[in-house]
């Protein structure tokens, strides 16, 4: 499976120390298998005037999942919503797992799950809005060592070098 990583750098060894803290699947090195998404994110440190990256890597996503703790949500549902509160509340829930693959909380997605959260909608309508939004997908690596061992790097890409 290719997976892509916008940055505003070559991310050739990635390093989880690196990652920030409270992000919807907590602290990882976040990852997508839709190369538009992960332009998108370049195009973020591009707009910054920073240079835009794509990175590329391979991984073997079948061999993990018999090997270490994958969570996958498959859809925008409570259990993901909840995870991810906790997640960006700052939970170490996430530690239960090595790697979570699902949906992203972008700003249309985060401000049904701000509404939500602070009691001005329920449950079930933050889970109506949801359902509506665009496909996406992030694959949150948690665990270093699947990251030493399994993800190849293939490339990096310059979208756009701001610094020349």
């Known amino acids: 499976m ?12 990635p390093n989880i120390s690196y990652s920030r803290d409270s992000l ?3 602290k990882g090195f976040y990852l997508t298998d839709i190369k538009n998404q992960a332009l998108s994110w370049v195009d973020r440190f ?8 794509l990175n590329s890597y391979s991984i073997d996503l079948a061999k993990i999942r ?6 996958v949500f498959d859809k925008y549902d409570i259990e993901w919503l909840d995870f991810i509160l906790q997640c960006r509340n700052g939970s170490d829930e996430y530690l239960k797992y090595d790697i979570v693959i699902g949906g992203i909380a972008d ?17 079930d309508e933050a889970l109506k809005r949801l ?8 694959i949150c690596i948690i665990n270093q060592a ?9 490339d990096c890409e310059v979208i ?3 610094s020349k």
Do not use: M
């Open 24 to 26: 919807d699947f907590g």
């Open 107 to 123: 700003d249309q997605v985060y401000n049904t799950i701000e509404l939500y959260e602070f009691d001005l909608i329920t449950k």
């Open 46 to 53: 591009i707009r910054r005037g920073k240079r835009g990256c």
């Open 146 to 154: 699947i990251l030493d061992k399994y993800l190849i790097f293939n």
């Open 131 to 138: 359902k509506y939004h665009k496909p996406n997908n992030q």
């Open 2 to 13: 290719i997976l892509y990583h916008g940055s505003y750098c070559t991310v050739d060894k």
């Open 160 to 162: 756009s070098d701001a």
């Open 66 to 71: 018999d090997l270490y703790r994958v969570k």
